[in-house]
Structure formats: structure tokens, C-alpha cells
T-cell receptor, first 111, second 116 residues
Framework: LAKTTQPISMDSYEGQEVNITCSHNNIATNDYITWYQQFPSQGPRFIIQGYKTKVTNEVASLFIPADRKSSTLSLPRVSLSDTAVYYCLVGDRDNTDKLIFGTGTRLQVFP | GAVVSQHPSRVICKSGTSVKIECRSLDFQATTMFWYRQFPKQSLMLMATSNEGSKATYEQGVEKDKFLINHASLTLSTLTVTSAHPEDSSFYIC????????????FGPGTRLLVL
């Protein structure tokens, strides 16, 4: 299972764009990259998933370079409610394989 | 769609007693369910993987006789913490997967266990 490395924490202000980068040097050919968001005392919530290039949904964008050894989650115009821990995970897409959570990135958004 | 529930949301018990936590996929059939434990300000730690109708696969360091997992149907998995002790106090989270190529794992809201 590919290990992921993220910054421990990040600070931002409301209205700014936040980019959180994740390193996954040992990603396998069949692996997809998935990002989850977790608020205190809640289960993680799916944000976005991608394999290569760029993926965008109503919440975020995910940028994946050609070598796929890293990925960047982009949150446009964050608000206070985006304060949470963000986890980057790498795993086989059918997701019957286990997911191993890294440390995650604790994002704090200030007014 | 793809909602996972857990019951109870929080439980307080005395040391030495057993506690059962239920994880249900409400609107889909989950071929695989996972159980995690999370201590304050730490990441989720995978405890075990359970497939419907078969024995759970436990991660290294997780006592299978202490954390009993039953995945009796495609919509229900249970985690029983036997002879609970204060060090078992934690946030327990389950997730479920349909096992389809376009699917991610869906997480439950978690169960806060406090052992006195």
C-alpha cells in the first residue's frame, strides 16, 4: 500500500484558495487517489477522487501530475466551515482493499 | 444514497463489561466493511476488515478475541468490545464499500466509547 505524506497543518483566511499537497511516491498503477474531510467527532466525508490530470466537482479540484507521485487538493474560496482535517489516501479503486490513513492535514480557516 | 449509520453514537460503560457497536449500510449492500479506531487528535487506525459471511481480517496488534466482529449480512456489521477497559475508550468508526469500480468507501458517523 502506498504511503502518503501531507503537511501536518495549514492556516488560511476566509475567501482564499487553499492547496493541500500530498506525496505518494510509491503509488501503484491500479491505485486511485482519494481525499476525505473529517470534522471533530464525525466520520470522514468523501471529497474527491482521481487517477490522473485534473478532476473537479462542486466542492474541490484535484490536480495530479503525469508521474502521479503527488496530488494537490484545491479548495476554492474557503469558509470557516472548511476548518477540518483533510486526508489523502491511495488505494485500488474498487475499494475492497483497505485504506490506510496518514496523519492528515489540519486546516484552520480564520475570519 | 450511500448512507452508513452507527449505533449507538456514544456509550459509557463500566470496566469489565462488553459493548456492541452496530454499523449499517442503509441504502446499499456492503460487500466489505471496515472498522477503525481514532484517539483524540490522531488519525484513523484500521482495526479490521470484514466481508459478509466470512471471518474478519484483523490488523497487526489488534486482538481478535477482544474486538469481536460479525458481518452477518450485506447491510450489518457489529463490533463487540469485550471486557472493556479504560484504555479502550476511543472513537470507533466503520466504513462500507459496495466494491464497485466507481465507488469510494462511505463512513459512518462514529461511536464514542467511554469506559469508566
Amino acid at each position: 500500500l502506498a504511503k502518503t505524506t501531507q503537511p501536518i497543518s495549514m492556516d488560511s483566511y476566509e475567501g482564499q484558495e487553499v492547496n493541500i499537497t500530498c506525496s505518494h511516491n510509491n503509488i501503484a498503477t491500479n491505485d486511485y487517489i482519494t481525499w476525505y474531510q473529517q470534522f471533530p467527532s464525525q466520520g470522514p466525508r468523501f471529497i474527491i477522487q482521481g487517477y490522473k490530470t485534473k478532476v473537479t466537482n462542486e466542492v474541490a479540484s484535484l490536480f495530479i501530475p503525469a508521474d502521479r507521485k503527488s496530488s494537490t487538493l484545491s479548495l476554492p474560496r474557503v469558509s470557516l466551515s472548511d476548518t477540518a482535517v483533510y486526508y489523502c489516501l491511495v488505494g485500488d479503486r474498487d475499494n475492497t482493499d483497505k485504506l490506510i490513513f496518514g496523519t492528515g492535514t489540519r486546516l484552520q480557516v480564520f475570519p | 444514497g450511500a448512507v452508513v449509520s452507527q449505533h449507538p453514537s456514544r456509550v459509557i460503560c463500566k470496566s469489565g463489561t462488553s459493548v456492541k457497536i452496530e454499523c449499517r449500510s442503509l441504502d446499499f449492500q456492503a460487500t466489505t466493511m471496515f472498522w477503525y479506531r481514532q484517539f483524540p487528535k490522531q488519525s484513523l487506525m484500521l482495526m479490521a476488515t470484514s466481508n459478509e459471511g466470512s471471518k474478519a481480517t484483523y490488523e497487526q496488534g489488534v486482538e481478535k478475541d477482544k474486538f469481536l466482529i460479525n458481518h452477518a449480512s450485506l447491510t450489518l456489521s457489529t463490533l463487540t468490545v469485550t471486557s472493556a477497559h479504560p484504555e479502550d475508550s476511543s472513537f470507533y468508526i466503520c466504513s462500507a464499500s459496495r466494491g464497485l469500480a466507481t465507488e469510494t468507501q462511505y463512513f459512518g458517523p462514529g461511536t464514542r466509547l467511554l469506559v469508566l
